[in-house]
């Protein structure tokens, strides 16, 4: 082996090894994160909620509620007049007719 393929093999090395912290740094990243959401999340405090709308402003709503830092609310899906909607999921929550709150009254 002569020097300068030693040198390649070592440079090689090198970014293989910056690679590996690199991933390794970023998995951690994500590990932190994931616990601090879950360790953040009281689940037994939050209150469940409905959007009526699913148009626009419900979707605004609901972007709204994911992102806010306090985490009071865990949304269950829309509740629209549409029949087209209804039965369907809108950004992975499901669409309810109005039916579905005479349950809870």
């Known amino acids: 082996m002569n020097g300068a393929s030693f040198l390649i093999y070592l440079f090689l090395f090198f970014l293989f090894i910056v690679e ?3 991933s390794c740094f970023s998995l951690f990243r994500v590990f932190v ?3 601090y959401e879950f360790a953040s999340s009281s689940s037994h405090d939050r209150k469940n909620v409905l959007i009526y709308g ?3 402003m419900g979707i605004l709503v609901k972007r709204l509620i994911e992102g806010d830092p306090k985490n009071l609310y865990r949304l269950k899906g829309f509740i629209d007049d549409d029949k087209k909607i209804q039965g369907k999921n809108l950004d992975g929550y499901p669409v309810y007719s109005r039916q579905v709150l005479k349950g809870f009254y």
């Open 20 to 22: 590996l912290s690199q």
């Open 33 to 35: 994160k994931l616990f």
């Open 54 to 56: 699913s148009g626009e």
